[in-house]
């Protein structure tokens, strides 16, 4: 546990907005369009437990979904897996 984690321990806000600038990087990474000889952008990830100890497992689902993601087989006291399904779409 670090030390900005340990000060915010119990504080529901901190973590939702946590998960929330987690969830929109990747969003932002996994739309992004791939440039010329590049590889494509990732199309799966898993959010870690650290990020969403304290809203749960299901705030991050709620999040996630409202972007476009799918939720993948996961423990979720480990992770949260996630699939961008427009990653597989021809186009």
Known sequence: MTWPEL???GDVEYYR???DRVV????????APAGPKKPKPPAECAIPLR?????????VAEVALAQ???LRPTDRRRE????????????
């Not at 949260?80 to 186009?91: E, F, H, N």
């Open 7 to 9: 000060r915010h321990e």
């Open 17 to 19: 907005a946590r998960v």
């Open 24 to 31: 929109a990087a990747r969003t932002a990474r996994a739309s």
């Open 51 to 59: 990020d969403y100890r304290g809203v749960g497992g299901w705030y």
């Open 68 to 70: 476009g993601w799918e």
């Open 80 to 91: 949260v897996r996630l699939w961008w399904p427009a990653a597989s779409r021809v186009g």
